[in-house]
């Protein structure tokens, strides 16, 4: 069974993520690793989950029936660092992330984990727009 890295936040843009390596992890038999990481912005944004939006994304992640680990790290890396890293330790299929437009001005002022991830990974990266993504 592979692993595939899901980079989750209580977001559209997490929520989209989560929802594709669902159905990824069930047509392909993989375990997901759905992985919560506190981000180091300015400004902050809020990505870091809360208790309710954990036991929710638990709720929705039994009743799909995949197999799962969820991980929240506050480990004093970026986001982009936490999910390539955990990719090559567990020799992950895949990372899903979820993406949104930013201004440019944004992308200048808080980085782009999604490039980072995308260019650093050793393994194939989907990214997931945000648009029309329900919350569960």
């Known amino acids: 069974m592979s692993t595939i890295i899901v980079g989750w936040t209580p ?24 992985v919560n990481v506190s981000a180091r912005s300015d400004p902050p944004e809020d990505t870091f ?13 039994d009743g799909e029936g995949v197999p799962y680990t969820l991980r929240q790290l506050v480990r004093g890396k970026d986001a982009a660092e936490e999910i390539v890293g955990l990719a090559a330790e567990h020799d992950a299929r ?43």
């Open 11 to 34: 977001m559209a843009e997490g929520e989209a993520a989560l929802r594709h390596a669902v159905g990824e992890a069930k047509l392909h038999g993989d375990e997901l690793l759905v």
């Open 49 to 61: 989950a809360d208790e309710e939006e954990l036991r929710e994304v638990r709720a929705f992640l």
């Open 94 to 136: 895949c990372i899903v992330i979820g993406l949104r437009h930013r201004t440019p001005v944004g992308k200048l002022l808080l980085g782009s984990n999604s490039q980072r991830i995308l260019l650093e990974a050793h393994c194939p990266v989907i990214a997931v727009k945000a648009a029309g993504a329900k919350k569960r």
